[in-house]
């Protein structure tokens, strides 16, 4: 009870009368999940499951999508001379409405999957649906790992306690001193792409990558952490991508519980790899593109939906060419090395991606892709680079200090490293950072 108000009350404090769209969506499919499970006939559960689609996909796209569809409609009216023009409401984007939907549908297609059985409290199914850690920013959890945890009885645990608030701590960090700082040299080339070439629009694209990543990862950090220090835990939402091999694996270690879930109830349910050729690469292709308007309607995101479809469906063919210079070059008989040039690859694959996503217009993400290639000026002093020295020499510092972590943690969660290998001289690095 307290957990739930709790829930309400967060949410109320940004706007109150888009709680009743938490609790629209909590509702129907509290209901629509009880009368899939209860009837034996397929057409009923289908009507069931057709009703919370509709509902909860209805208000999703009405809020996310008309207003920019509307604007898109007078722009085709406009280009085509036509003497039209429709109204367009000033739609406010409920927060979290992405995050909560996804979460919820995925409950009731599970329960008509009979993967799971709906829960018959409503109280708990309100808190899975609300729970505020992670109601405005993920991970989106699945009901078959979250609602669980709620049956369980809470008792304070003091390390408990202690690890949660280290992570809430290790997420500031990433948002606040790393991600930030790293701003502060992104946004100046990025906003005047045309006044810089060579080094300081490559180190730009680089640190825009990290940036990307570190403000992410830091936020959902401390909403695992807030999660956590009351006894609950979330699933992950990073593996380390920026140490992927392919474009696939940087994919499954990116944003997971996004991803899966697109995985499991779009891609599967379009066929996935079971049907034909070109129906699996539509599929595929489809996957990108939702996961990309997922975040949006620019056309920004479609374009980088169809470059990272573009690099996944050519990854075969670029492995077995980059296998194949491995092995020319004498570079194959030192696995090591291999994979580390494989890595160094997809990195790059994937940090030239992220400018798609940042850029205001066509016209500055062709000058950024074409500056970045001029190098007529030579290597410039770090005093000609659009920030303060000291800036870029303690942002090296910073990024270096999370690749150690990164490193040192291995394939294990990041807040194992913090919590349980902590020695003198780690954590005397820790606090003066």
């Known amino acids: 009870v307290l957990l739930l108000a709790a829930s309400y009350a967060f949410y109320m404090a940004w706007r109150v009368d888009y709680l009743l769209l938490v609790l629209v969506s909590t509702l129907v499919d509290y209901v629509a999940a009880l009368r899939i499970f209860a009837s034996a006939e397929r057409r009923v559960r289908r009507r069931w499951l057709l009703l919370s689609l509709v509902v909860n996909l209805g208000l999703l796209l009405g809020f996310k999508y008309l207003e920019p569809a509307l604007v898109g409609v007078n722009e085709l009216f406009s280009w085509a001379r036509l003497p039209w023009h429709v109204a367009v409401p000033e739609i406010l984007l409920p927060i979290g409405i992405s995050f909560y939907t996804f979460q919820t549908l995925s409950y009731t297609i599970d329960v008509y ?25 993920g991970p989106i959890e699945r009901s078959t790992t ?28 990433l948002k606040l001193v790393v991600a930030d700082r790293l701003a502060i040299y992104v946004d100046q080339v990025f906003t005047e792409p045309s006044a810089y070439r060579g080094l300081a629009v490559l180190l730009s694209v680089y640190l825009f990558a990290f940036q990307v990543y570190f403000d992410f990862s830091g936020y959902t950090n401390i909403a695992i952490g807030s999660a956590k220090l009351m006894g609950f835990e979330l699933s992950e939402t990073f593996a380390r991508p920026y140490l992927a091999r392919s474009i696939p694996e940087f994919w499954r270690r990116w944003h997971m519980s996004l991803t899966s879930w697109f995985r499991d109830y779009v891609y599967f349910s379009a066929g996935g790899s079971r049907v034909g050729r070109l129906r699996r690469w539509l599929n595929l292709y489809l996957v990108f593109f939702l996961v990309a308007m997922w975040h949006g309607t ?99 510092l910073l990024l270096a200090f999370c690749a150690w972590i ?12 913090l919590m349980h290998r902590a020695r003198p001289l780690r954590w005397l690095v820790l606090y003066l950072l």
């Open 406 to 417: 990164g490193w040192l943690q291995g394939d294990r969660p990041q807040r194992h490293l």
């Open 298 to 396: 620019d056309w920004k995101l479609a374009l980088f939906a169809t470059a990272h479809f573009l690099l996944y469906a050519l990854t075969p063919a670029g492995s077995r060419l980059f296998q194949a210079g491995l092995a020319r070059t004498g570079l194959a008989r030192v696995p090591g090395l291999a994979a580390a040039l494989s890595v160094l690859l997809t990195f790059n694959l994937v940090a030239f991606c992220w400018v798609i996503w940042w850029s205001a217009s066509f016209t500055d993400l062709v000058t950024l892709y074409r500056n970045v290639f001029d190098w007529r000026g030579g290597w410039p002093a770090l005093a000609d680079l659009p920030t303060n020295p000291n800036n870029l020499v303690l942002t090296g």
């Open 113 to 137: 999957r009979g993967v799971s059985r709906p829960e018959r409290h409503l109280g708990r199914f309100a808190l899975y649906v609300a729970f505020f850690p992670q109601l405005v920013s």
């Open 146 to 173: 979250l609602l669980p945890q709620f049956r369980r009885r809470q008792v304070f645990d003091a390390q408990g306690v202690s690890d949660a608030l280290k992570l809430i701590l290790w997420g500031y960090f």
